[in-house]
């Protein structure tokens, strides 16, 4: 079985030859263990331990929860009063060479030439923008370890004819693609809530407060002043909690955690990402 020699975990198995493993966290007593597996690969040989545990181990709990919430037509703002503004796309290139395709005689050299010159800087503005997100997510997974997010409604993008709304919602949607690959990878969570009534809803007190889009500040009777979008945010992070924290023991907790934490946001500050 697995035993301690020294500062080294040796496991032993009859008939087999010793194996030391090597890892980088404290294993569960050998009581709890339920199944070996053990690979052999060229350079090496791979054990896999499971055991039979109740609570979640204390490495892997949550420290650092964050609720996102998207701008219809501007930013990102998290529920910790970090913001992410919109990224300004320069479009003048493409309107400059989209009068160009269209001065040329359609099917001619010339309008084959600008064709292509307007499909590439297309192409350059769009690896731009997944570059970005993919940097984004790539931030946001490294800084946090429970991350909240809206989910997307897939109805009003179609419903929706404005056009910069829908490709903000189509990247809304690639950074939560995004997001979900690099948490997996970083066993960092990720739950989608439904964002109806966040921004209305007080984050102190749960009481609703009507506002319309033009009224930034969110001020309610409980004393809670902050900004529209941070209280959204913490509401986010709020029903993100309800939904998965209660299993990693999180809700009384964090709620403690985030009166706290409120308290705290001060002016929003820019973007750093
Ligand atoms: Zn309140």
Redo the contacts with the bound molecule.
Sequence with gaps: MLKREGNKTVLRIKGLPRIEVKTSRELPPNGLLRAIRITRKALRTEVALSYEIDDVPAAEQITNPVGIDMGITKRLTLSDGETVEKRVIDRSKIIRLQRSVSRKKKGSNNWKKAVLLLAREWQRISDKERDYLHRLSAEIVKMYDFIVVEKLRTKNMVRNSKLARSIHEQNWGKLITLLNEKAESAGVRVVEVDPRGTSQE?S??G?T?KKSLSVRTHR???G?VMDRDVNAAINILHRGISIAGGKLGLESRMAGRMRVKRAEVGPVRPGTV
């Design positions: 007080c102190g007190c009481a407060v309610c009777e409980c809670v």
